[in-house]
């Protein structure tokens, strides 16, 4: 059964510019959470899709976007980027639906914005 | 809010020896507990779970009971190896079929020297 994939692992971007990272989930997961770490605010919640819509966002600027297609995979948009938007985004599918589901977790997306 | 709260690292422990690492939640309804490894360059790997008052959660020699009466989920392991040095999480979820959405501690690094 094949794991979660995130697309690409490292990208570097110039502040201004605008990124797209990618995700596939697990598959049977409809689930998709976005995660940002980063080493002063550790892992913070970005927001959650299922069924192609989102469900819970957590607390950073309009700048960050999201959205899931009907097959489950979910892309992540980030404009306008800053120096503090460096960070491992990572991507995490659940079968949902259920009580207590556990998250399955991607490699992550290394961002670098200089 | 929900929260957790995670002993502070990093934590350099001889192989063999024992560990121990604290966690402590606060939280609006009954939580899942969980315990994730990050490995150097990696994204999160599930290590353990528990979903309800005195379960333990056990995986790769390490456990966790879930104490509601103290609100904890100590990370436990009898003798440590070189191959555990890794960052901890410690999480909570609270699903309720649709919100699906982690909230982690800051991460206890932990060294292994043979």
């Known amino acids: 059964k094949a794991g979660v994939t995130q697309t690409p692992r490292y990208l570097i971007k110039t502040r201004g510019q605008q990124v797209t990272l990618s995700c596939s989930p697990i598959?049977?997961?409809?689930?998709v959470s976005w995660y940002q770490q980063t080493p002063g605010q550790g892992l913070q919640f970005l927001f959650e899709?299922?069924?192609?819509?989102?469900?819970n966002k957590g607390n950073f600027p309009g700048r960050f976007s999201g959205r899931q297609f009907s097959n489950s995979r979910s892309e992540m948009n980030v404009s306008t980027l800053e120096l503090g938007d460096s960070a491992l985004y990572l991507c995490?599918?659940?079968?949902?639906?259920?009580?207590?589901?556990?998250?399955?977790f991607g490699q992550g997306t290394r961002l670098t914005v200089v | 809010g929900n929260s957790v709260t995670q002993m502070e690292g990093p934590v350099t422990l001889s192989e063999e020896a024992f560990l121990t690492i604290n966690c402590t939640y606060t939280?609006?309804?009954?939580?899942?507990l969980f315990w994730y490894v990050q490995y150097p360059g990696e994204g999160l790997q599930l290590l353990l779970k528990a979903t309800k008052a005195d379960d333990k959660g056990s995986n790769k020699g390490f456990e966790a009971t879930y104490r509601k009466e103290t609100t904890s989920f100590h990370l436990e392991k009898g003798s440590v190896q070189v191959s555990d040095s890794a960052v901890y999480f410690c999480a909570l979820s609270i699903s309720n079929f649709g919100n699906e959405k982690l909230t982690f501690g800051t991460g206890t690094r932990l060294t292994i020297i043979p």
């Open positions: 598959s049977g997961h409809r689930s």
């Open positions: 939280a609006t309804g009954y939580p899942s």
């Open positions: 995490a599918s659940a079968r949902a639906g259920t009580l207590n589901t556990e998250a399955f």
């Open positions: 899709y299922f069924s192609e819509t989102q469900r």
